[in-house]
Nanobody
Framework: QVQLVESGGGLVQPGGSLRLSCAAS????????MSWYRQAPGTERDVVAT????????NYGDSVKGRFAISRDNFKNTVYLQMNNLKPEDTAVYYC??????????WGQGTQVTVSS
């Protein structure tokens, strides 16, 4: 079955950086685009970034353009999110999954990112 395991979150000061990882299993990873999502308390889960199956196409939410970079390693079945110049409003739980409109029914536990001084 599909398993998605996010890691790499933590507490960071404004302006700092983090690199998130998502290890995927239970499906043919190289055949799927992947997205990072985030959900702050009391808000909907939003798409942050998307990458195509072989990495040739990426797309970002307006609030993270120029600061975040999504990448993937199809040999390691892993998708990454490099986050630079972090802001307090980036504080959220971050998840990976297949892109909308068809994410997998199974979600990982997410990884908490907190940006605070």
């Amino acid at each position: 079955q599909v398993q998605l395991v996010e890691s790499g979150g933590g507490l960071v000061q404004p302006g700092g950086s983090l690199r998130l990882s998502c290890a995927a299993s239970g499906f043919t990873f190289r055949n799927y685009g992947m997205s990072w999502y985030r959900q702050a308390p009391g808000t909907e889960r939003d798409v942050v970034a998307t990458i195509s199956a072989y990495g040739g196409y990426t797309n970002y939410g307006d609030s993270v353009k120029g600061r975040f970079a999504i990448s993937r390693d199809n040999f390691k079945n892993t998708v990454y999110l490099q986050m630079n110049n972090l802001k307090p409003e980036d504080t959220a739980v971050y998840y990976c999954n297949a892109p909308v409109p068809n994410p997998f029914a199974t979600w990982g536990q997410g990884t908490q990112v907190t940006v605070s001084s």
